[in-house]
Structures are given as structure tokens and as C-alpha cells.
Nanobody, 123 residues
Framework: VQLVESGGGLVQAGGSLRPSCAVS????????MGWFRQVPGKEREFVAS????????AYADSVKGRFTISRDNAKNTLTLQMNSLKPEDTAVYYC?????????????????WGQGTQVTVSS
């Protein structure tokens, strides 16, 4: 499966961004999709994930209530709606695909990755 992110950018604290991920290839072999983020010098961390039909979702505590993950299987698109952004949300955001059937928070469960999109939140 191939993943291409877009929609990152620069926004002021309190603002919103909506990065998306275009998915192609054998999408049915990777039913669970997710978002991770990474800042220089730190490990890549889980943000959110969603199962194939969108009934199961998981969020990091740091983004719960502010971020919403969604998917459109007909359009092969994954989206992350980010509201009430904070400077600490600044990172490169990566789209990822997992063979797991249920939403998972574990990075090793994800075997396919996009190239990342930069999100910068100014104070």
C-alpha cells in the first residue's frame, strides 16, 4: 500500500488544520489506518487510528477531544481534523497502514508509511 500525505501547514495556536492521506495499492490488506507524529530528536508517537469501517477509533490522550480521525474507503482517503491546535502539536505528521483489524496504538503494528507533512503551530 502507498500513502501520500498533504494538507499540513502553519497555523496560529487555537486554529485548525485538516491533513489528509491518499491511499493506493492493496488497501484491503491493511484495514487499519493511523496518524503518528515526530519532532526532531524524539521518537515517533501515536496520534490516532481507525478501523476499516470507522467503527473503532483510538486517540492519544494529548489529542483526545481536539483531533478527529476519519476515512472514506470509496475515495481511499484518510483525514485528521485538528482543532484547538497548540504549539506542542508542532511536528511532522505521518500517515500509516496496519494489517491489524482493530484500531491500534502500537507503532510496530504499522508496516506502511507516508513521507510526512509538516504541521507548525505558532504561539
Amino acid at each position: 500500500v502507498q500513502l501520500v500525505e498533504s494538507g499540513g501547514g502553519l497555523v496560529q495556536a487555537g486554529g485548525s488544520l485538516r491533513p489528509s492521506c491518499a491511499v493506493s495499492g492493496r488497501t484491503f490488506s491493511s484495514p487499519t489506518m493511523g496518524w503518528f507524529r515526530q519532532v526532531p530528536g524524539k521518537e515517533r508517537e501515536f496520534v490516532a487510528s481507525i478501523s476499516w469501517f470507522g467503527r473503532g477509533t483510538a486517540y492519544a490522550d494529548s489529542v483526545k477531544g481536539r483531533f478527529t480521525i476519519s476515512r472514506d474507503n470509496a475515495k481511499n482517503t484518510l483525514t485528521l481534523q485538528m482543532n484547538s491546535l497548540k504549539p506542542e502539536d508542532t511536528a511532522v505528521y505521518y500517515c500509516a497502514a496496519s494489517r491489524r483489524a482493530a484500531a491500534t496504538k502500537s507503532l510496530p503494528d504499522f508496516g506502511s508509511w507516508g513521507q510526512g507533512t509538516q504541521v507548525t503551530v505558532s504561539s
